[in-house]
């Protein structure tokens, strides 16, 4: 029984491990990032006036604020959490471009309650934070001190929606 026990446990380590090489091996592709910490300057405005806790881990998306992709990436967001839930995670979308009319029409700010929408007017997350913007629109993944830890979109890949449950649950 004692040898099962310790085989068994064994096993564990060994998968997490595998696991743990797999996720490095990915994140070589986004060297430049990973592990980078991101700031959020303060002219960012908070469109949808939703509470986010700093302190939890993120899920980041850039986009603009005249991009109809963009703004259905919202809703493909929205509804995305609503069926798979992150469990302490905070989404957030930062639309760069001005609050203007066409953007009022097509965001129902009600409707927004799993994620937050962030107005950058000036364009200066990008530069501020010297991401490359062959990131623009992919989601990345930023743990507690806002590091990103990785970079992909879940909705998409079921291995890098693996990876982010994986990294969620080690924060």
């Given at each position: 029984?004692?040898?099962?026990?310790?085989?068994i446990t064994l096993a564990t380590i060994?998968?997490?491990?595998?696991?743990?090489?797999?996720?490095?091996?990915?994140?070589?592709?986004?060297?430049?990032?990973?592990?980078?910490?991101?700031?959020?300057?303060?002219?960012?405005?908070?469109?949808?006036?939703?509470?986010?806790?700093?302190?939890?881990?993120?899920?980041?998306?850039?986009?603009?604020?005249?991009?109809?992709?963009?703004?259905?990436?919202?809703?493909?967001?929205?509804?995305?959490?609503?069926?798979?839930?992150?469990?302490?995670?905070?989404?957030?979308?930062?639309?760069?471009?001005?609050?203007?009319?066409?953007?009022?029409?097509?965001?129902?700010?009600?409707?927004?309650?799993?994620?937050?929408?962030?107005?950058?007017?000036?364009?200066?997350?990008?530069?501020?934070?010297?991401?490359?913007?062959?990131?623009?629109?992919?989601?990345?993944?930023?743990?507690?001190?806002?590091?990103?830890?990785?970079?992909?979109?879940?909705?998409?890949?079921?291995?890098?929606?693996?990876?982010?449950?994986?990294?969620?649950?080690?924060?």
């Amino acid at each position: 029984m004692k040898f099962l026990i310790k085989l068994i446990t064994l096993a564990t380590i060994l998968s997490g491990c595998n696991s743990n090489n797999e996720i490095n091996n990915y994140n070589k592709e986004f060297k430049e990032v990973i592990n980078k910490e991101l700031g959020f300057p303060s002219n960012l405005i908070n469109y949808n006036n939703h509470k986010y806790n700093s302190f939890l881990p993120k899920i980041l998306i850039t986009g603009a604020s005249d991009c109809g992709n963009c703004i259905e990436k919202l809703n493909t967001w929205d509804d995305f959490l609503k069926q798979k839930p992150f469990s302490k995670v905070e989404v957030i979308f930062i639309l760069m471009g001005r609050d203007n009319p066409e953007f009022r029409h097509y965001i129902d700010l009600n409707r927004y309650q799993n994620l937050t929408i962030l107005i950058d007017s000036t364009a200066t997350y990008m530069a501020s934070n010297d991401i490359d913007y062959k990131y623009f629109q992919i989601p990345m993944l930023l743990d507690k001190k806002n590091r990103v830890r990785l970079v992909g979109d879940p909705m998409v890949d079921e291995t890098i929606l693996n990876y982010y449950n994986e990294l969620l649950s080690d924060f």
